[in-house]
């Protein structure tokens, strides 16, 4: 059964930081990686897909790597703004199992 | 398209009772899913379906939960009889295959 961690729960940087979030899975054979942001009292809205056959994926400030043999993805978010204050939520998608989420606050 | 409907957005009822969430995916999407979120267990898939077809319930918490997808552009999740221990926000999203998933609002269910 697949299991996914997220460190950290939470974090809180000053802005303008870049940061890294972690998000680790147990079975390395995965079809895809998504990571997701959710805000307060809302639903979940995609950021980026990786595919199993892709190593990292851009938008913007975010960057997404994967790594398979090590059940290793990393978010990057260059330059963070109090915007990007949320819930950020990674999910492999054999099964959609959900990491529990990092809590990500950006202070002015 | 207005992205993944469900209704309602909120739902009281007491225990016992019977619970009904609906939603509309994006139009062309082939695949479904149910989910819910709550403090203790995070985010957790119940069923998803494939061209209106289940796959996979296994995250169907008992027998009280069932799940339909009588067309393309429906489905719903039924709790029959309620408890207080279903409160939850349960997510529906679709997606085309290997793709995004699209989240709709989520429904906040609270049982009495």
């Known amino acids: 059964k697949q299991e996914v961690t997220q460190i950290p729960a939470a974090l809180s940087v000053p802005e303008g930081e870049n940061l890294v979030l972690n998000c680790s899975f147990t079975d390395s054979a995965i079809y895809n990686l998504q990571w997701f942001r959710q805000d307060p009292g809302k639903g979940l809205t995609s950021l980026l897909l990786?595919?199993?056959?892709?190593r990292e994926q851009t938008s913007g400030r975010l960057n997404a790597s994967l790594d398979k043999s090590s059940g290793r993805s990393t978010l990057y978010i260059a330059a963070s703004q109090p915007g990007d204050s949320a819930t950020y939520l990674c999910a492999v998608d054999n099964d959609m199992r959900f990491g529990a989420g990092t809590r990500l606050t950006v202070k002015p | 398209d207005a992205g993944v409907i469900q209704s309602p957005r909120h739902e009281v009822t007491e225990m016992g009772q019977e619970v009904t969430l609906r939603c509309k995916p994006i139009s062309g999407h082939d695949y479904l899913f149910w989910y819910r979120q709550t403090m203790m267990r995070g985010l957790e898939l119940l069923i998803y379906?494939?061209?209106?077809?289940?796959?996979?319930d296994s995250g169907m918490p008992e027998d009280r939960f069932s799940a339909k997808m009588p067309n393309a552009s429906f489905s719903t999740l039924k709790i029959q009889p309620s408890e207080p221990r279903d409160s939850a926000v349960y997510f529906c999203a679709s997606s085309e295959p290997q793709e995004t998933q699209y989240f709709g609002p989520g429904t906040r269910l609270l049982v009495l």
């Open positions: 379906f494939n061209n209106n077809v289940p796959i996979d």
């Open positions: 990786i595919q199993s056959s892709q």
